[in-house]
């Protein structure tokens, strides 16, 4: 074998240390990312905007991957936990989904049953109702006709508050109203709330919401002294002179 022979074999040898060097160099960068980014687990961002207290549906959300030690402890990883909750805060889309971030549903308590009404989208919530708020119910009602004692009385229109301290426990979509019999215009638009109330309360709302002119929410302020004695719940104009 001459020196040329020999200088080949060297650089071959020489060439196959070195990407067997490289090679080892590759493995190691990989251990050592893939030590630092870990396994990756299913987490959840918001499809779209979801706005304050609405109720969180399975739609509201897509599935991402992240690794798990880049994950916040408080990140939703199973949407079983959203049943049920509302958002706390307006949500935006491409957020990812923290438990801190939804609140459970007002719940009822005992002897209570939920009752849904409409209420007009403007008169009646303005958007500032929102689940576990409390609110005062009115109702107006428009003149009646009588005769005989107190008939005078009874032909003003009035208004009454109807329900005192009522605990909002879920506030609906906006949806359009249709037209009432012999109107050709839309009736608005309207809201429905969902209350929890005694039966007593149920029914009241009830009656008002089949026979009032209009039904209106007046929102509580937390802590306040709700308590309206009952010569202060029927008013007519009359009542002012």
């Not at 030690?69 to 935006?92: C, F, H, M, Q, Y």
Request: one cysteine or more; hydrophobic letters at 45%; charged letters at 20%.
């Amino acid at each position: 074998m001459n020196s040329r022979q020999r200088r080949g074999i060297m650089l071959l040898l020489l060439s196959v240390v070195c990407a067997f060097a490289a090679f080892i160099g590759v493995l190691s960068v990989i251990n050592d990312v893939d030590s630092k980014v870990g396994p990756e687990v299913t987490a959840y961002e918001l499809a779209a905007d979801v706005p304050a207290y609405r109720a969180l549906e399975a739609g509201d959300f897509k599935q991402v991957s992240l690794p798990k030690r880049w994950l916040p402890s408080t990140a939703v990883t199973n949407l079983d936990e959203v049943t049920g909750k509302i958002a706390v805060n307006p949500l935006k889309a491409g957020s990812l989904l923290q438990s801190d971030m939804i609140a459970d549903r007002p719940a009822l308590k005992p002897g209570q049953q939920e009752i849904a009404i409409m209420i007009d989208a403007v008169t009646g919530v303005a958007g500032k109702i929102t689940p576990g708020a409390t609110v005062n119910i009115y109702a107006t009602f428009a003149s009646a006709t009588g005769k005989g004692e107190g008939a005078e009385s009874a032909a003003q229109p009035r208004s009454k508050v109807i329900v005192t301290n009522a605990k909002v426990i879920d506030v609906g979509k906006l949806t359009p109203l249709a037209p009432k019999q012999g109107e050709s215009q839309s009736g608005g638009s309207a809201v429905p709330i969902t209350f929890a109330l005694e039966t007593l309360d149920a029914q009241r709302i009830a009656y008002a919401e089949s026979f009032a002119s209009h039904v209106r929410l007046a929102l509580v302020a937390p802590g306040s002294d709700t308590t309206i004695p009952p010569n202060q719940r029927d008013y007519t104009l009359n009542g002012d002179k």
